[in-house]
């Protein structure tokens, strides 16, 4: 490609949905070539035995074809990652199948805190209809034909390491959401000079909100319970069913719970917080010390487990 092509590939919960709304934008220098349903329709979705990477490649050849000199070409997905509710184990096949598509990518590989993202994953989980508690959601009892929640998932180095392994190592770059946070600008000019966009001259402070209303941690056994007279991604076919989640008697439930009656009174209750930091206590050490290792202490990762 005469353009350049960044893959950003997630993971979940990193601010994803920010950067695909807020920053890969054209006036920015970027254009997202492809969305959730083409990353689904080439690469997440599509059949090991009858993946081609000619397909997706010349798709977004021919929709890169229309982006300025001096822009980036993007593909944004958390999908590349795998399924966060199911281990993510395939996320070494989704790497390889773009690396096959697009040897020369440039590769943005986001990431947070292991206490922090997996009390989100979890709130995510419930927007989508599950119903299991964390104790229940995090410890699935494992079988030989049905896939549940993994914490290695969550080591990042693995990953880290595969795709530096793949594309190289300075055409992957790591941004943790902390660093995103405690220095946006600074940030997101290393990475458009990473990623060879020339046109890129900053942001707006409007473009720098995250606008991703959630409701409440004290809400979530409420809300997984109203997932139970819900349907939903996890279950379409409730025995009744008073909406659909994240709508109908969930959004509901949520709006109520959001109240200040309910705000004051609960606040402070982090069920799903508190028991990520029994459950996961010392899980992430050794990972988090081989990413400080492998990306050779140019990041921050002081608030890593």
Not at 4 to 33: D, N, S
Not at 78 to 96: C, K, T
Not at 164 to 176: A, T
Not at 210 to 236: C, G, H, I, T, W
Request: charged share 20%; net charge neutral.
């Amino acid at each position: 490609m005469t353009t350049p092509l960044l893959l950003h590939i997630g993971y979940h919960k990193t601010a994803t949905t920010w950067m695909q709304k807020q920053l890969f934008l054209p006036e920015h220098g970027y254009h997202q070539v492809s969305g959730h349903e083409e990353v689904s329709r080439y690469f997440t979705d599509i059949h090991g035995l009858q993946f081609d990477h000619e397909v997706p490649r010349d798709a977004i050849l021919e929709a890169s074809s229309e982006v300025p000199k001096g822009s980036t070409a993007v593909i944004s997905s958390e999908l590349l990652v795998g399924n966060p509710f199911f281990g993510g184990r395939e996320s070494d096949v989704y790497a390889e199948r773009l690396h096959q598509a697009f040897p020369d990518a440039y590769v943005l590989i986001t990431i947070r805190a292991q206490d922090k993202v997996l009390r989100s994953i979890y709130m995510q989980y419930v927007s989508r209809g599950g119903t299991m508690p964390p104790e229940l959601f995090f410890n699935m009892p494992k079988t030989a034909s049905f896939p549940a929640f993994s914490a290695t998932h969550f080591e990042y180095d693995w990953l880290i390491a595969h795709y530096r392994k793949l594309f190289g190592d300075d055409k992957v770059l790591v941004l943790p959401q902390e660093a995103l946070q405690g220095n946006m600008d600074q940030s997101i000019q290393d990475l458009a000079s990473f990623c060879a966009n020339r046109n890129f001259k900053g942001i707006s402070d409007a473009k720098k909100k995250v606008r991703m209303a959630s409701y409440p941690e004290y809400a979530a056994p409420f809300l997984r319970r109203s997932n139970y007279f819900q349907k939903s991604v996890l279950d379409p076919n409730p025995l009744v069913s008073f909406g659909t989640t994240p709508g109908g008697l969930y959004k509901g439930v949520g709006f109520l719970l959001k109240g200040p009656f309910f705000k004051k009174a609960f606040d402070s209750y982090r069920p799903v917080s508190r028991y990520v930091a029994t459950e996961f206590s010392g899980r992430f050490t050794e990972s988090n010390q081989r990413l400080r290792e492998l990306l050779g202490g140019e990041l921050d990762l002081s608030k890593y487990p």
